[in-house]
Antibody
Framework: QLQLQESGPGLVKPSETLSLTCAVSGGSIISSSYYWGWIRKPPGKGLEWIGTIYYSGSTYYNPSLKSRLTVSVDTSKNQFSLNLNSVTAADTAVYYC?????????????WGQGTQVTVSS | QSVLTQPPSASGTPGQRVTISCSGSSSNIGSNTVNWYQQLPGTAPKLLIYSNNQRPSGVPDRFSGSKSGSSASLAISGLQSEDEADYYCAAWDDSLNGHVVFGGGTKLTVL
């Protein structure tokens, strides 16, 4: 059974870099059928797509976050990561990693449980 | 402001049928498939409907989706108390080199 697990600091200071990793188990991240993505949910707001990566390293980013965002993949560890720099309180959210079906740009069929990240000094 | 427009709230009594709308544009819903997600309180979102009207294994047939032009709808028939959740539509948007857009979400209350 495919499982995704987010990990990383729960508290990040303003202006610093938010770094999260998603470990994939029960399946290989190397697949032509899937992409891997990050989505977040700020408090009191709806879901916001952050970015998506293919195992080859090809990336798609939210235009509003692109200048601060890097998503990378480590196929040897079967995991992918998110780095968001120059964070502010507006980046406080629950962050989810998810598997995306390749043929559909917005079809995320497996999700991690999510991890709370708070930006505060 | 979300690119896809959903009503912020919806409600119904047990056994009723409710529908949730999702309005977009030619660059997203008008040219790509729509997916719907259910987020129960305190849990991760779950894929509820994919490719406009397909149900993943395990999703009851009380849930159905449809799409017409640049709009989509989620219908829930035989409403149950456990359906109380937030519902989100999503689609790929072809503008700005391509990106995913979500609706703002609809909070469904079972009265």
């Amino acid at each position: 059974q495919l499982q995704l697990q987010e990990s990383g600091p729960g508290l990040v200071k303003p202006s610093e870099t938010l770094s999260l990793t998603c470990a994939v188990s029960g399946g290989s991240i190397i697949s032509s059928s899937y992409y891997w993505g990050w989505i977040r949910k700020p408090p009191g707001k709806g879901l916001e797509w952050i970015g998506t990566i293919y195992y080859s390293g090809s990336t798609y980013y939210n235009p509003s976050l692109k200048s601060r965002l890097t998503v990378s993949v480590d196929t040897s560890k079967n995991q992918f990561s998110l780095n968001l720099n120059s964070v502010t309180a507006a980046d406080t959210a629950v962050y989810y990693c998810a598997r995306r079906v390749a043929r559909s740009g917005s079809q995320f069929d497996h999700w991690g449980q999510g991890t709370q990240v708070t930006v505060s000094s | 402001q979300s690119v896809l427009t959903q009503p912020p709230s919806a409600s119904g009594t047990p056994g009723q049928r409710v529908t949730i709308s999702c309005s977009g544009s030619s660059s997203n819903i008008g040219s790509n498939t729509v997916n719907w997600y259910q987020q129960l309180p305190g849990t991760a979102p779950k894929l509820l409907i994919y490719s406009n009207n397909q149900r993943p294994s395990g999703v009851p047939d009380r849930f159905s989706g449809s799409k017409s032009g640049s709009s989509a709808s989620l219908a829930i028939s035989g409403l149950q108390s456990e359906d109380e959740a937030d519902y989100y539509c999503a689609a790929w948007d072809d503008s700005l080199n391509g990106h995913v857009v979500f609706g703002g979400g609809t909070k469904l209350t079972v009265l």
